[in-house]
């Protein structure tokens, strides 16, 4: 049984930097893929980042430059630091991780998900 837990987020002021985590637990967790997602109220649900269990990172152009996803050392967590927010960046940030790879259509698993809010 997968499961993905996400933890760090919150309210932050524009321009400010948040880092979400998400711990993933289960059979061969190193070898998912995993993956950011976001949803903002009355949007669809986005692909944000992802990196491949062999370390290969992909970023939605909206924030290339300024978001970074990262693998810890055991391949069980992942991170998401975030810099130069803007207020469009608010939603609903969700982890998710894939045994095919960090480019499927859909993901597998997905954890509950962790707000973040841009706002002055």
């Known amino acids: 049984q997968v499961q993905l837990v996400e933890s760090g987020g919150g309210l932050v002021q524009p321009g400010g930097s948040l880092r979400l985590s998400c711990t993933h637990s289960?059979?061969?967790?190193?070898?998912?893929?995993m993956g950011w997602f976001r949803q903002a109220p009355g949007k669809e649900r986005e692909f944000v980042a992802a990196?491949?269990?062999?370390?290969?990172?992909f970023y939605a152009d909206s924030v290339k430059g300024r978001f970074t996803i990262s693998r810890g050392n055991d391949k069980s967590t992942v991170s998401l630091q975030m810099t130069s927010l803007k207020p469009e960046d608010t939603a609903v940030y969700y982890c998710?991780?894939?045994?095919?790879?960090?480019?499927?259509?859909?993901?597998?698993?997905w954890g509950q998900g962790t707000q973040v809010t841009v706002s002055s």
């Open positions: 998710a991780s894939d045994s095919r790879g960090p480019t499927v259509a859909e993901y597998q698993n």
């Open positions: 990196v491949s269990w062999s370390g290969n990172k």
């Open positions: 289960g059979r061969a967790f190193s070898n998912y893929a």
